[in-house]
């Protein structure tokens, strides 16, 4: 499967963003998806994650309660609602799929779409 991140951009802190995640192929709706972030010397992170049927999410502690993550099998595009943004939200997003399961740890997600860059100002 191909994936493709868009929807990053800058904009000030307080505000809201939503990321989308195009996927090609027929098998999306079989997949688990992640989004991951990385700032500038700084490791990949995880972000979220939702199963492959959508029905169960999964966030790092930084972004609960600030970001959904959403999947429409019919689109074939996963999301990343982004609402009270900070500063320390600055990063490079990129979305990723996984054939078997789903989760938190990047070096199991079988597919990387490119990232795109997301930059809050304070």
């Known amino acids: 499967v191909q994936l493709q991140a868009f929807g990053g951009g800058l904009l000030q802190a307080g505000g809201s963003l939503r990321l989308s995640c195009a996927a090609s192929g027929r098998t999306f709706s079989s997949y688990g998806m992640g989004w991951f972030r990385q700032a500038p010397g700084l490791e990949r992170e995880f972000v979220a994650a939702i199963t492959a049927s959508g029905g169960n999410t999964l966030y790092a502690d930084s972004v609960k309660g600030r970001f959904t993550i959403s999947k429409d099998n019919a689109k074939s595009t996963v999301y990343l609602q982004m609402n009270s943004l900070k500063p320390e939200d600055s990063a490079v997003y990129s979305c990723?799929?996984?054939?078997?399961?789903?989760?938190?740890?990047?070096?199991?997600?079988?597919?990387w779409g490119q990232g795109t860059l997301v930059t809050v100002s304070s």
């Open positions: 990723a799929a996984r054939r078997a399961g789903w989760g938190t740890r990047w070096g199991l997600y079988d597919y």
